[in-house]
């Protein structure tokens, strides 16, 4: 707790002399475990119907207006991403979901997930689903 006072005093006075020394003072606080970038593969290669993909923020959108010519990721390559460690979101048109990236460099997500995504532990995220249905993975509505 001393350093981290020491530090922030320095900040203030850095401040006080001008704003890059300010950059540079909040720059330094984070550890470097946070700041490493981790190669995380997103395979969603199994999903059906082929769609597009997106983890926003980080790939382009999925939301441009013309299908054929946007730059989003499609589902029919896995993608290697540079990742620090983080919360994410993994989105598609009908399925999204949260994920993290630990300062390990490995993958986390929520166990209500495990019937559809893949990869905990690891640095492959699998997605296996394109719609999300009940855990039982039976519709709860019915076609007349």
């Not at 981290?4 to 900040?11: A, F, L, N, P």
């Not at 995380?40 to 980080?58: E, F, R, Y």
């Not at 993994?90 to 559809?116: I, M």
Request: net charge neutral.
């Amino acid at each position: 707790m001393q350093n981290v006072r020491w530090s922030m005093g320095w900040c203030l006075i850095g401040w006080l002399l001008g704003s890059a020394t300010v950059i540079h003072c909040a720059s330094a606080g984070q550890p470097a475990a946070y700041t490493k970038e981790h190669v995380i593969t997103i395979d969603a290669t199994t999903i059906t119907p082929q769609s597009w993909w997106h983890v926003p923020g980080i790939t382009p959108s999925i939301y441009a207006s013309d299908p054929e010519s946007m730059d989003a990721h499609k589902t029919t390559e896995s993608r290697a991403l540079k990742l620090k460690p983080g919360k994410y979101k993994f989105g598609s048109f009908t399925f999204d979901f949260p994920f993290t990236v630990n300062v390990e460099g490995t993958l986390e997500f929520a166990q209500s997930l495990d019937q559809c995504v893949e990869g905990r532990g690891t640095q492959t995220l699998t997605v296996r689903c394109s719609q999300t249905y009940p855990h039982g993975g039976q519709r709860d509505y019915q076609y007349q």
